[in-house]
T-cell receptor
Framework: AQSVTQLDSHVSVSEGTPVLLRCNYSSSYSPSLFWYVQHPNKGLQLLLKYTSAATLVKGINGFEAEFKKSETSFHLTKPSAHMSDAAEYFCVVSDNNNDMRFGAGTRLTVKP | NAGVMQNPRHLVRRRGQEARLRCSPM?????VYWYRQLPEEGLKFMVY????????ESGMPKERFSAEFPKEGPSILRIQQVVRGDSAAYFCASSKGGGRMNTEAFFGQGTRLTVV
């Protein structure tokens, strides 16, 4: 069985400051891991994915995430937040059977 | 190549009616997933299907909900005798499947179901 825990339901940062959204996973296999973003009243968009290549993954809009097997973590970071980054972010784990499981989501608020 | 298409985008049903939500996966994708997003909650897995097979329905409510992905045509999520608590956004995703490199899912825009 696999699962994902997003440690913060809500994160608030000021524009121009770093963003850290935390994600821990549990999987019986070497998982694939993803971060998706959902803007208000929109569908989900893939930010980045890890599929056993480089452990530091760069995504769109300046986001990146580092796969740390020893910590079973896949935290999402960005050096400098922008107002347009305000959205809901979902960490997702997928096993070899393509079964995808979502975390509960983290709502990111960016203050001017 | 069109993305994942969900229709309708918005659906209003009275209590007791049936709701049918459709999802056409991306071309070449044979794996479909349905998720439900309740207000103020995250995405909850409902069901994972391949063509003509239900692989994992552990997230589906035991009653009133069913899903199918026929050989031809879109995947259908069917909710019978809807209740107010069924009001939510329902997202469909598709992937190629068949191994680690093909697990990326592409999402539709969702169907927002309102039960009045």
């Amino acid at each position: 069985a696999q699962s994902v825990t997003q440690l913060d339901s809500h994160v608030s940062v000021s524009e121009g400051t770093p963003v850290l959204l935390r994600c821990n996973y549990s999987s019986s296999y070497s998982p694939s891991l993803f971060w998706y973003v959902q803007h208000p009243n929109k569908g989900l968009q893939l930010l980045l994915k890890y599929t056993s290549a480089a452990t530091l993954v760069k995504g769109i809009n300046g986001f990146e995430a580092e796969f740390k097997k020893s910590e079973t973590s896949f935290h999402l970071t960005k050096p400098s937040a922008h107002m347009s980054d305000a959205a809901e972010y979902f960490c997702v784990v997928s096993d070899n059977n393509n079964d995808m499981r979502f975390g509960a989501g983290t709502r990111l608020t960016v203050k001017p | 190549n069109a993305g994942v298409m969900q229709n309708p985008r918005h659906l209003v049903r009275r209590r007791g009616q049936e709701a049918r939500l459709r999802c056409s996966p991306m071309k070449g994708h044979s794996h479909v997933y349905w998720y439900r997003q309740l207000p103020e909650e995250g995405l909850k897995f409902m069901v994972y299907l391949q063509k003509e097979n239900i692989i994992d329905e552990s997230g589906m409510p035991k009653e009133r909900f069913s899903a199918e992905f026929p050989k031809e045509g879109p995947s259908i999520l069917r909710i019978q005798q809807v209740v107010r608590g069924d009001s939510a956004a329902y997202f469909c995703a598709s992937s190629k499947g068949g191994g680690r490199m093909n697990t990326e899912a592409f999402f539709g825009q969702g169907t927002r179901l309102t039960v009045v």
